[in-house]
């Protein structure tokens, strides 16, 4: 089975400082990969996925990005922190292109901007 | 576009109490797939069930049951002698043709004991 490691698990950054939330899979291999925010009020917004290495789809334009270096590595970064940046950073794991496959997901990374 | 409706913010039941989450959706495929996950304090996302849409069977899981009726774009969710443990919030979602979940906004469920 596959598990998913998120870190760091809580972050505290300032308005305009940049940010680096890290995942990694294990248990799988060509994993498609999602990275959701969740913010206060617990809706569940998709922002980046990734089908393999160097391919992001964005779904909402914003001041953050997204890289897939390896296989298993999800990387989301912002240059700049807004304050509405701030939320709860879910990465999530599935396999193939069917809309019936389960995704597995990690522990999360709370980012507070103050 | 696809949408999920779960117009129920926020519940408290007390221990050994029947609750039942509402979820209903829109779409415009004619095949999709329905999820419910549960979300506990730790934060992590853990998978409860998966129905497509050609199977309107109602599914029970011990203490967990979900009627699904196409008629009425609903899936609820009824989990039976609720426990403490049970305390979470819940979300229901929706992955059509477009093949990206849809979540709805969650119901937070607290059981009291």
């Known amino acids: 089975s596959q598990t998913i490691h998120q870190w760091p698990a809580t972050l505290v950054q300032p308005v305009g400082s940049p940010l680096s939330l890290e995942c990694t899979v294990e248990?799988?291999?060509?994993?498609?990969l999602y990275w959701y925010r969740q913010a206060a009020g617990r809706g569940l917004q998709l922002l980046f996925y990734?089908?393999?290495?160097?391919?992001i789809s964005s779904e909402v334009p914003q001041n953050l990005s997204a890289s897939r270096p390896q296989d298993r590595q999800f990387i989301l970064s912002s240059k700049k922190l807004l304050l509405s940046d701030s939320g709860f950073y879910l990465c999530?794991?599935?396999?193939?292109?069917?809309?019936?496959?389960?995704?597995?997901f990690g522990a999360g990374s709370r980012l507070t901007v103050l | 576009a696809q949408k999920v409706t779960q117009a129920q913010t926020e519940i408290s039941v007390v221990e050994k109490e029947d609750v039942t989450l509402d979820c209903v959706y829109e779409?415009?495929?004619?095949?999709?797939?329905l999820f419910w996950y549960k979300q506990p304090p730790s934060g992590e996302l853990v998978f409860l069930i998966r129905?497509?849409?050609?199977?309107?069977q109602n599914e029970i899981s011990g203490r967990y049951s979900w009627n699904f009726q196409k008629s009425t774009s609903s899936f609820n969710f009824t989990i039976t002698a609720s426990q403490v443990v049970d305390s979470a919030v819940y979300f229901c979602?929706?992955?059509?043709?477009?093949?990206?979940?849809?979540f709805g906004s969650g119901t937070q469920l607290t059981v009291l004991p």
């Open positions: 999530a794991s599935g396999q193939g292109n069917s809309g019936a496959n389960v995704l597995t």
């Open positions: 990734s089908v393999g290495i160097g391919q």
């Open positions: 979602a929706l992955c059509g043709s477009a093949r990206q979940l849809t």
């Open positions: 248990g799988t291999s060509n994993p498609n």
């Open positions: 779409t415009r495929d004619t095949t999709y797939y």
């Open positions: 129905r497509n849409s050609f199977d309107e």
